[in-house]
């Protein structure tokens, strides 16, 4: 399983609407379920991507930055 770097989808969180409880609240799914894909355990579908960057205000143009971005090893250069 490719592992994603959620960092900066998890900053905007934090910084519109505060917790990642809220951000399950708005797109009517479990407060699990966004953690577990926030840790790589499952993935976003296609919907709920476009769904979060509505809410978020995350231009289409910057998904692949929130949600395909890949984690790097520590000792690796990105």
Request: net charge positive; with cysteine; proline share 3%.
């Amino acid at each position: 399983m490719v592992k994603i770097n959620y960092d900066k989808l998890k900053g905007r969180i934090k910084e519109v609407l505060g917790t990642q409880g809220r951000l399950a609240e708005k797109i009517k799914l479990d407060e699990t379920t966004i953690s577990n894909k926030l840790n790589n355990n499952t993935y976003f579908s296609q919907k709920e991507i476009l769904s979060i960057c509505l809410i978020l205000n995350i231009p289409k143009t910057e998904i692949p930055e929130y949600f395909f971005k890949e984690k790097v090893r520590e000792n690796e250069q990105e």
